[in-house]
Nanobody, 117 residues
Framework: QARLVESGGGSVQAGGSLRLPCAASGYTGCKYDMGWYRRARGKEREFVSEIVSAGATRYADSVKGRFTISRDTAKNSLYLQMNNLKPEDTAMYYC???????????WGQGTQVTVSS
């Protein structure tokens, strides 16, 4: 069964950096794109970034130039490098796989990122 597990969250001061890994397992037979979303307290989940199977990337305007998404298919892992973090980046960050095959669509359990001013 497909599964995603995020890690790497924590507390940092504004201007700091964090790298979030997302480990994928059980995706045999799946072709899928991957992305990151976040949900701040009291707000709805929002798109952060995605990387498609062809390698193209896309970012929310709020993180463009500060965050970098990457994928290591050999390690079945997705990463989000977050630099110059701001207090408004504080949220639970979720890894997602998206596919036309229903059993390949998954969300991770999330990892908390807290940025203090």
């Amino acid at each position: 069964q497909a599964r995603l597990v995020e890690s790497g969250g924590g507390s940092v001061q504004a201007g700091g950096s964090l790298r979030l890994p997302c480990a994928a397992s059980g995706y045999t037979g799946c072709k899928y794109d991957m992305g990151w979303y976040r949900r701040a307290r009291g707000k709805e989940r929002e798109f952060v970034s995605e990387i498609v199977s062809a390698g193209a990337t896309r970012y929310a305007d709020s993180v463009k130039g500060r965050f970098t998404i990457s994928r290591d298919t050999a390690k079945n892992s997705l990463y989000l490098q977050m630099n110059n973090l701001k207090p408004e980046d504080t949220a639970m960050y979720y890894c997602q796989s998206r596919s036309t095959t229903w059993f390949c669509n998954r969300w991770g359990q999330g990892t908390q990122v807290t940025v203090s001013s």
